[in-house]
């Protein structure tokens, strides 16, 4: 499935909370119904909201579903080719067009085995996606495939030679494409040389690629037929030991700090699990939404601390096992990431991706040797040989050790789900840690709550004196650098207690009353940035600027307090049965 349209529907899902258009409520029935197994009723709600408001904008996304559900859930392939068609012809713009043509030729050739179907869709991805030679490369090597499977040899030479002329950028497809070459020549009966020497000339125009590994072992049993047997007991071992795990969605577009982008990893491993949840509830959950740090000294440092582990916390939250891992040995390291992949869990490991960087290893095809993982930012796997791949992971393994990789070659992965928590338990759990985080004075060494923003006061008062360069300059990078981001994760924060309200509702009036008070802490926090850039601007004496920015730094904290009692009374009720 198409992963990029899983990012979507998070994002639809945040914005539609709340609303009550009749597409919505279908919509978001749909989500749940497929959420618990119950396809049928999910395919119902997803193709009503495509024939009622077929000019919605999520109509698109909800027929790329229902063809989802059609093709893998149901096992229905005739309709799912309707609903692809269908998202094709209506919808041309929509960014599901060329995956549901896509799947509209797999289709033709593995369902309805119709070779002529297949060329025909072809060539519609290659007119109307004629930018996108990947895409194009893609659907010609279907085709290919598609003539060969229906032992139509010659035009499946053809084609695969046409890929090869027209994208030869597109090393993976033409090496499949040769590779084609070899094996209908072999079939259509050209000898045992000359198809020999196709399958050594894949070997070595595209080393390195699963072909090539595929053209070596077939010129192997070409030559040598004793063996034949051996090789293939081998490869299907190969095939058994080697595991590349789909479906896991994109993450870390656009997140600009650390604690962002460990937790928009997070994120998708829990997608891929079905644990559909927001950005930020995942700082409320993790505590980033209600901390607070400084440390003059380490301006950035906000950027990247959390209370706890985030990943093991919000894990156990929602009631999923855990794998954690960590050595001295880059060997067995990676022998349990190959264990978790077998197992089909993903695993996230901080990697030296340029920059060093959580990433998400997907797949290790033992016959090739290549790892697949997903960096941030990017739509699909990357790929890197097995030792090119340990030497970058032990690269940042030993170059950065944090709280959320606090040994060498750590690694994390969900594991089984042991229970599925209420949301309300799930609420109340996120608020004990908000309360938690807001009276500490320390976290991970750095001054927290009401100590930081004590130090912060008198850090502002410090930038009066003349000769104070060195703090003004200290002031100014956390205000531009880590400030927006503590400001970014407030808002979360606020939207999560607004949550908390709708969900707790016996305590829904105190909640709002709360979510209104943060609220307030975070419009007089955008206004101690603005007077702090006020007094970095001023040229002459700025003392005034810098008292007042002191003055109201202690009075966001006198804010953040009482909402930390508040919230404290509030839960002692929830939890004592008060409401």
């Known amino acids: 499935m198409r992963w990029e349209a899983l990012l979507v529907v998070s994002v639809l899902a945040m914005t539609l909370a709340g609303c009550s258009t009749r597409s919505q409520r279908l919509y978001r029935r749909a989500e749940a119904f497929l959420a618990q197994g119950q396809v049928e009723l999910a395919a119902k709600e997803y193709e009503a909201l495509v024939k009622e408001f077929p000019r919605d904008p999520i109509a698109d996304d909800a027929l790329y579903k229902l063809a989802y559900v059609h093709a893998e859930e149901m096992d229905k392939p005739s309709l799912a080719l309707v609903d692809y068609r269908w998202l094709a012809d209506k919808y041309p713009s929509s960014p599901y067009a060329d995956d549901a043509l896509m799947h509209v030729m797999e289709i033709q050739r593995t369902a309805l085995h119709d070779p002529a179907g297949v060329k025909q869709t072809c060539d519609e991805i290659c007119s109307r996606f004629s930018g996108r030679p990947q895409l194009c490369a893609r659907a010609q090597i279907g085709l290919a495939t598609a003539q060969f499977d229906s032992e139509q040899y010659k035009p499946a030479t053809e084609t695969a030679k046409k890929l090869i002329e027209d994208y030869p950028k597109q090393k993976r497809q033409c090496a499949q494409a040769a590779l084609l070459v070899a094996r209908a020549t072999e079939r259509m009966g050209a000898g045992r040389e000359k198809a020999v020497a ?30 034949e047997q051996d090789q293939q007991k081998q490869q299907e071992e190969e095939k058994r030991k080697s595991r590349i795990v789909k479906g896991v969605p994109p993450h870390g577009a656009g997140a600009d700090t650390g604690q962002l982008q460990a937790l928009s990893a997070l994120r998708s491993l829990l997608a891929h699990r079905g644990e559909a949840r927001t950005l930020d509830e995942l700082l409320a959950l993790s505590g980033v939404a209600f901390q607070f740090v400084f440390d003059p000294g380490r301006p950035t440092v906000g950027r990247g601390v959390f209370v706890g582990n985030p990943f093991e916390t919000v894990a ?50 033992l016959s090739s040797g290549r790892v697949y993982f997903m960096p941030p930012g990017r739509q699909e796997y990357a790929t890197a040989s097995r030792k090119t791949f340990l030497t970058r992971w032990a690269s940042s393994s030993r170059a950065l050790m944090t709280p959320m990789a606090p040994g060498p070659f750590y690694q994390f992965s969900l594991a089984a789900r042991l229970r599925n928590p209420p949301e309300a338990e799930v609420v109340r759990e996120a608020l004990k840690r908000a309360v938690d985080v807001m009276r500490r004075r320390e976290l991970q060494g750095v001054p927290a709550g009401a100590a930081a923003y004590e130090k912060l006061a008198a850090h502002l008062e410090s930038c009066v004196a003349p000769e104070a360069t060195l703090q003004r300059e200290q002031t100014r990078r956390w205000a531009e650098l880590t400030l927006p981001a503590h400001l970014s994760a407030r808002k979360a924060g606020v939207a999560y207690l607004q949550h908390a309200a709708q969900v707790l509702s016996g305590a829904a009036g105190r909640l709002n009353d709360i979510s209104q008070g943060c609220s307030e802490a975070a419009t007089e926090t955008a206004l101690l940035s603005q007077e702090i850039h006020e007094a970095l601007a001023q040229q002459d004496d700025a003392s005034e600027k810098w008292q007042a920015a002191a003055a109201q730094a202690r009075y966001v904290a006198a804010l953040e307090a009482r909402t930390a009692e508040q919230l404290s009374g509030v839960l002692e009720r929830v939890d004592a049965g008060g409401g």
Not at 199 to 224: C, E, I, M, N
Not at 339 to 356: N, R
Request: with cysteine; hydrophobic share 45%.
């Open 198 to 227: 196709l399958y050594r000339q894949v070997v070595a125009d595209y080393p390195d690629t699963h072909s090539a590994a595929l053209a070596k072992s077939r010129a192997g049993w070409l030559y040598f037929e004793k063996g």
């Open 316 to 365: 156990e939250d929602l009631g999923f096992a855990c794998n954690v891992w960590s050595s001295q040995d880059a060997e067995q390291a990676f022998a349990s990431v190959h264990q978790a992949l077998l197992q089909a869990h993903p695993v996230m490991i901080l990697y030296d991706a340029a920059p060093t960087s959580w990433v998400i290893v997907t797949g290790y095809d």
